[in-house]
């Protein structure tokens, strides 16, 4: 199994258009794109987990995931979303052009991007489903995280509407859980002997900004002092220190064994 890890930052991206605080306006950080992965079997057919606005600077960067052979041949056979939130559907309307893409979701979820299936129908007829048991010979399986709708959905439908997936191929395993409101019953075992366990680090503490509490993300400080193993931090949002390799929490969290990758970083499971 190969992961690529394609963007880490938190809605908007880092820096952020429209911020100009210390962290977005010091030239001397690494940017950092909107958060997703993208995952394979065997190298060759690649499924993209979230789709962010930032979708096609992510493939372009990626050559793993660039066209051909064929002059319209693409690797990318689809998507599966964690959530409804825009920062993590809004590129499925960026790969409209794809003549077939299967979207899978959970039931909530595919109801949310309904809006975005009536957009992209006129291009192409996609598949939208439920998540499935195995995507070529990687067993897929989810726990729901949270119930928290995006602003955009007003539709009243019983959730998960977020959930983590644990990817297993070989007896290697990996969990994704970009968004987590806090840690549910059964998290622990759902996580039990993956290689990366991949977590919300939106914020770094509690009161890190006006208003996080509603906002249905878990501070990593939380997170590390009731999970144990080595984890891995992604979606950073442009107040979090997490963002400056050089920052004090940075160099507590490496203390501690704990990761947060950049943008393109790789991983295969053998």
């Known amino acids: 199994m190969k992961v690529i890890?394609?963007?880490?930052?938190a809605g908007g991206g880092f820096p952020q258009w429209n911020c100009a605080c210390p962290t977005c306006a010091d030239p001397a950080l690494p940017a950092r794109t909107q958060d997703g992965l993208a995952i394979s079997a065997d190298g060759?057919?690649?499924?993209?987990?979230?789709?962010?606005?930032?979708?096609?600077?992510?493939?372009l960067a990626t050559p793993e995931l660039r066209a051909g052979p064929g002059v319209r041949e693409t690797p990318i056979r689809g998507v599966l979303l964690t959530d409804a939130e825009l920062d993590h559907t809004l590129g499925l309307l960026l790969l409209?052009?794809?003549d077939a893409l299967e979207v899978y979701a959970p039931p909530a979820?595919?109801?949310?991007?309904g809006r975005f299936?009536?957009?992209?129908?006129?291009?192409?007829?996609?598949?939208?489903?439920?998540?499935?048991?195995?995507?070529?010979?990687?067993?897929?399986?989810?726990?729901?995280?949270?119930?928290?709708?995006?602003?955009?959905?007003?539709?009243?439908?019983?959730g998960p509407w977020v959930v983590a997936y644990r990817f297993e191929h070989d007896g290697k395993a990996l969990v994704y859980a970009p968004c987590l409101a806090d840690l549910p019953d059964g998290f622990e075992q759902f996580a039990a002997g993956a290689t990366y366990v991949v977590l919300d680090g939106t914020f770094y503490s509690a009161g890190e900004m006006p208003g996080q509490t509603v906002m249905g993300h878990l501070p990593v400080r939380t997170t590390i002092?009731?999970?144990?193993?080595?984890?891995?931090?992604?979606?950073?949002?442009?107040?979090?220190?997490?963002?400056?390799?050089?920052?004090?929490?940075?160099?507590?969290?490496?203390?501690?064994?704990?990761?947060?990758?950049?943008?393109?970083?790789?991983?295969?499971f053998s």
């Open 225 to 268: 002092d009731r999970l144990d193993g080595r984890l891995v931090f992604t979606h950073l949002n442009n107040t979090n220190p997490l963002v400056d390799p050089d920052s004090p929490e940075r160099a507590e969290l490496a203390a501690r064994g704990h990761v947060v990758p950049d943008d393109g970083t790789r991983w295969e």
């Open 109 to 113: 979820v595919l109801t949310a991007v």
């Open 44 to 59: 060759d057919n690649w499924y993209l987990v979230n789709a962010s606005p930032d979708i096609r600077a992510q493939i």
């Open 96 to 98: 409209r052009e794809a």
């Open 5 to 9: 890890v394609l963007g880490t930052a």
């Open 117 to 158: 299936r009536d957009i992209t129908d006129r291009y192409h007829a996609w598949s939208w489903s439920p998540v499935p048991d195995k995507l070529d010979g990687i067993a897929v399986s989810t726990l729901a995280v949270s119930n928290k709708r995006p602003r955009y959905a007003d539709e009243p439908v019983p």
